[in-house]
């Protein structure tokens, strides 16, 4: 079974504050991604890694960083936290197919994070 | 514009009806994959289905069932007889050729009353 863990399920943290959310998978996968997820818009994706150091823009990536120094942990950084960043965090993985599309993601239990 | 649209927001059904939860995609790509999530109250996205684009058999799983039509763009679930353990948001998703990333619906929040 595929096992996706993230460091914290809640997290609470003052604004301005620099935020870390840690994302390990234990499957060997190559790509790695970060999504947020809010009422009514469902998931929005951050970022995402397919190769370790490597990442890429998604969506919405303003207000965040990624860093990616093993294959199995992808972090999530959040430099300056604000009050708009309280949301559900999920990280994910798949396997690198020989190319698109993307194979199947498998998710983490997610971190409610808020921002005071 | 939505690559996938889950149009309806909240369901509810009383334990043992059945439901159907619509999802439509758009897409210009011949070769895609369509997916099914479950997401219960603890949080957590459980993936149910991934469907090929060149593979549009209807698929069953115990009391859940998908129908793929590729004339219609849809990609629907159905729950047979629903039990009170399958309230949670569902998501439908899209992963195209082009691109490394899914595309979201804005899911469908199932509640099942006893």
């Known amino acids: 079974d595929v096992k996706v863990t993230q460091s914290s399920r809640y997290l609470v943290k003052r604004t301005g504050e620099k935020v870390f959310l840690e994302c390990v998978q234990d499957?060997?996968?190559?790509?790695m991604f970060w999504y947020r997820q809010d009422p009514g818009l469902g998931l929005r994706l951050i970022y995402f890694?397919?190769?370790?150091?490597?990442?890429e823009k998604g969506d919405i990536p303003e207000g965040y960083s990624v860093s990616r120094e093993k294959k199995e942990r992808f972090s999530l950084i959040l430099e300056s936290a604000s009050t708009n960043q309280t949301s559900m965090y999920l990280c994910?993985?798949?396997?690198?197919?020989?190319?698109?599309?993307?194979?199947?993601?498998?998710f983490g239990p997610g971190t409610r994070l808020t921002v005071l | 514009a939505q690559k996938v649209t889950q149009a309806q927001t909240e369901i509810s059904v009383v334990e043992k009806e059945d439901v159907t939860l619509d999802c439509v995609y758009e897409?210009?790509?011949?070769?895609?994959?369509l997916f099914w999530y479950k997401q219960p109250p603890s949080g957590e996205l459980v993936f149910l289905i991934r469907?090929?684009?060149?593979?549009?058999q209807n698929e069953i799983s115990g009391r859940y069932s998908w129908n793929f039509q590729k004339s219609t763009s849809s990609f629907n679930f159905t729950i047979t007889a629903s039990q009170v353990v399958d309230s949670a948001v569902y998501f439908c998703?899209?992963?195209?050729?082009?691109?490394?990333?899914?595309?979201f619906g804005t899911g469908t929040s199932l509640t099942v009353i006893p």
């Open positions: 890694s397919y190769d370790v150091k490597m990442k």
């Open positions: 994910a993985s798949s396997l690198l197919l020989q190319g698109p599309p993307t194979d199947t993601q498998y």
């Open positions: 499957m060997d996968h190559e790509n």
């Open positions: 897409t210009r790509d011949t070769t895609y994959y």
């Open positions: 998703a899209l992963s195209e050729t082009t691109g490394n990333q899914f595309y």
């Open positions: 469907r090929n684009s060149f593979d549009e």
